[in-house]
Nanobody, 125 residues
Framework: QVTLVESGGGLVQAGGSLRLSCAASGRRFSSYDMGWFRQAPGKERRFVAA????????YYAESVKGRFTISRDNAKNTLYLQMNSLKPEDTAVYYCAKGRGGGATIISQDGYDYWGPGTQVTVSS
């Protein structure tokens, strides 16, 4: 069993920055690929970024490349998402998720089996 809890969301002006954190329970955090997704009002949940178990490979949606950075601290069982140059279209609920492993793709929701409750990010223009 894994429990994920996001934090760090809030209201920020366009051009500002936020850093999201995702605290994971369990002793095997360092074994999992991890990802961030987001869901804007009235839209489907979409992939934002992912990182492999050791942190050596990262993946990003085109819409956030160059602005967002995913990272992890396995000693602290924590996943991060640094978000810079925020835009109003980044407004969404952001979710962290644990990869299900076994070769499952980590740029699709199907590749994840545990999800946090989400944290709201609102970017004002």
């Amino acid at each position: 069993q894994v429990t994920l809890v996001e934090s760090g969301g809030g209201l920020v002006q366009a051009g500002g920055s936020l850093r999201l954190s995702c605290a994971a329970s369990g002793r095997r955090f360092s074994s999992y690929d991890m990802g961030w997704f987001r869901q804007a009002p009235g839209k489907e949940r979409r992939f934002v970024a992912a990182i492999n178990w050791i942190g050596s490979s990262t993946y990003y949606a085109e819409s956030v490349k160059g602005r967002f950075t995913i990272s992890r601290d396995n000693a602290k069982n924590t996943l991060y998402l640094q978000m810079n140059s925020l835009k109003p279209e980044d407004t969404a609920v952001y979710y962290c998720a644990k990869g299900r492993g076994g070769g499952a793709t980590i740029i699709s929701q199907d590749g994840y089996d545990y999800w946090g409750p989400g944290t709201q990010v609102t970017v004002s223009s």
